[in-house]
Structure formats: C-alpha cells, structure tokens
C-alpha cells in the first residue's frame, strides 16, 4: 500500500538551531501533504498544507517564517523548524492524501518526528 | 467549519470484553469520517472511513462502527478486545470539498486490561 516515509524519527537540537524534517511518498505521488503537530496526550493540529510546486498554506496562529515548508516534488516534502526553542518541542507528523480527496485511499501518515529542543 | 467530539478520553476494559469508543461529529456539509489508531511515537494507522453508502463500516483488526446521520455520530466498536489494541484512538472527519482537511478528535486512550 501507499506508504510514506518520514524521517528522522527523533531529533535532539540545541535551542537557536534549525531542525529539517523529511516526508517522502514511496511508492506513489503525493500532491497535496499535510504537516501536523502533535502536544502530548494531546490531539493532531494541522499545521498546514503543501501541494506540490506552489506556497504551502498555513493554519491560523502558524508562524509561516518559523515553520518552513517545501513540496518541490511529487515524492517529497520537506519542513524546517527555524531558530528552534524548547517550545517548539512536539510530536510532528505528515501526512499524504491519496487519490482524489477521500474517495481513494484516503490519507497515509509518516510515523512521526518527536523534536525536543534543549 | 466542522468539528469532532470524542467525549471519553480513556476508556479501560479487560481483555475479551466488548469496547465501543464514542464520536459525534458538527458539520454543515456532508462528511467523510475516519478511525485511526495511534501506537506510542508512531504515526496513525487508518482503521476504518465511511465515504458514503452502507452505514455499518468494517475495518481492520475486528473493528466495525456506524455511521449515524440524525445523531451526527461515528462511535467505534470491537465485540472482544486484546491487549495488543491498547492505542490512542482518534475520530477524524473530512470535508469532501475544498482541500479537505482533516479535523481530529481529541483522541480516546483505550487501556486494555488484562
């Protein structure tokens, strides 16, 4: 099945440095990705959405300067946690819609970046 | 705009016994609506949609949930549950226009006791 790869799984920076994670469609052509944030035990927020070859649209209250997002190809979208502080410490996850909306597969999700900043 | 209520946010059970997750969706437009299940530092593994048709919804791992327009609800059910279904669950729904984005509960922690 439609599989997305996400990495790195864990990453540990030091507050000020910039934190890069990858989001990559294995075996098919993710169009539109969807960055999401996650607070412990708490639920997703969609952080915004990436189509492939233009500006990522970002939800209310999401730095767009801190929260860099690019989906230059078909296969990969990327975001990059910029000037990182400790709260920006969270569980990030992606996520890849498959087929036309929901009438497809519906959407896949990377196994998530658990970023803690020190 | 829509919105999900997952009302029960653990829900105990010992091993064998039936469990159902609760979930009532608010939207102006018609929905998609979506279980997934969460393992500790994992991604989310989808369980089950319900995209139109048959309200009774069959999914992986034993579990099934219904679809119900007039209590805008999507509850969750397994008739015996293993301790390996201990998971974060949430209910999601979907706008079928737009760039349908996807909306979560606030998740259900279902503790499976042995």
């Known amino acids: 099945g439609a599989v997305v790869s996400q990495h790195p799984s864990r990453v540990i920076c030091k507050s000020g440095t910039s934190v890069k994670i990858e989001c990559r469609s294995l075996?098919?052509?993710?169009?539109?990705m969807f960055w999401y944030r996650q607070f412990p035990k708490q639920s997703l927020m969609l952080m915004a959405t990436?189509?492939?070859?233009?500006?990522?649209?970002?939800e209310q209250g999401v730095e767009k300067d801190k929260f860099l997002i690019n989906h230059a190809s078909l296969t990969l979208s990327t975001l990059t946690v910029t000037s990182a502080h400790p709260e920006d410490s969270s569980f990030y996850i992606c996520?890849?819609?498959?087929?036309?909306?929901?009438?497809?597969?519906?959407?896949?999700f990377g196994s998530g970046t658990r970023l803690t900043v020190v | 705009a829509q919105s999900v209520t997952q009302l029960d946010s653990q829900v105990p059970v010992f091993e064998e016994a039936p469990v159902e997750l609760r979930c009532n969706y608010s939207?102006?437009?018609?929905?998609?609506l979506f279980w997934y299940v969460q393992y500790p530092n994992q991604g989310l593994q989808l369980l089950l949609k319900?995209?139109?048709?048959?309200?009774l919804v069959k999914g992986i791992n034993g579990f099934e949930a219904e679809f119900n327009k007039s209590q805008t609800s999507f509850h969750l059910r397994k008739p015996s549950v293993h301790i390996s279904d201990t998971a974060e669950y949430f209910c999601?729904?979907?706008?079928?226009?737009?760039?349908?984005?996807?909306?979560f509960g606030t998740g259900t922690k279902l503790q499976v006791i042995p």
């Open positions: 996520s890849a819609r498959l087929g036309q909306g929901a009438r497809g597969y519906g959407y896949t």
């Open positions: 075996d098919f052509q993710a169009t539109t």
């Open positions: 990436s189509n492939e070859g233009s500006k990522a649209t970002y």
């Open positions: 939207s102006s437009v018609s929905v998609y």
């Open positions: 319900y995209l139109s048709g048959s309200t």
């Open positions: 999601a729904v979907s706008d079928p226009g737009g760039y349908q984005k996807v909306t």
